[in-house]
């Protein structure tokens, strides 16, 4: 899908029976789509603060962790952050010898980013952290109703990404 | 549920097959709700741009639209915005004339959040803003799948909010 004009956002008005009231504020799915991403952040951030980590350390070494060899630019997309910070994030990274930089073997301008093997030590001790939040957002809810809603995710995230990955 | 404290984060270990690895970053719930979310909150904040508004000032006004009487204090949690930010905006959309704050019948030092005529009509605007964003995010999105999406949406926000609400 192609990335929607700023200006086309005010020309189709909402259909009837769709205003905010009718649909009810715990209803409207971006309401607790915020509600819920706020709290699991700052849990997150928390957690990961009292073991002197913090959130784009950890999604940059959970991302390498799955994904070798991206570049900056590509990372930042998958770990939600800034380039500009992500850039920062694996200096400090590369410096205390977690990941190392390749130059791409068919486009010597590319570089390519992976984990070394301390930086997957790394990941290891992270690991826990993220899925004792994971695990308690999920609390209760059954194998069939995970893998529906992470379906119906993966189609969402279809609709609003600019990206092909 | 109570809030966790931050030293039992890494207590509990994973269990056996659940690395990041072995669930896959895109069936990693957090990772595509993150992915989603970010999407989501920047091409909302583009769209209000153009239109002179902000998203703490629309999350405000929508709130207010549909439960009115809250305090700062609860406006920030619904919005999922920091107090002092839900300050400054609520001051500024009085000096708009868009709110009013009354004092609360059973206890004059709280003060209550309304918004005035000029205010729901301010929201009127803000309205297919949020709407336009909402249906392009759930687009192709059957009301059946819908209806079970908001229902998960329901119980995990049971499972990590903080607050009555």
Known sequence: MTPMAENDTVQEPPVAGETLGEI???NFAPYLLNRIMGRYNDDLTGALRSNNLNTAKMRALAVMAVVPGLTINELSVYAVTEQSTMSRTLEALETAGLVRRVERATDGRVREMYLTDEGR???????????????????????????????TLQR???NVRQNAF
């Open 121 to 151: 030590a790394e990941f290891e001790r992270v690991w826990p952290i993220m899925w004792h939040s994971y695990r308690r957002m999920f609390d209760g809810i059954e194998p069939a109703e995970m893998q529906q809603f992470v379906g």
């Open 156 to 158: 969402i995230l279809g």
């Open 24 to 26: 009810g504020l715990n």
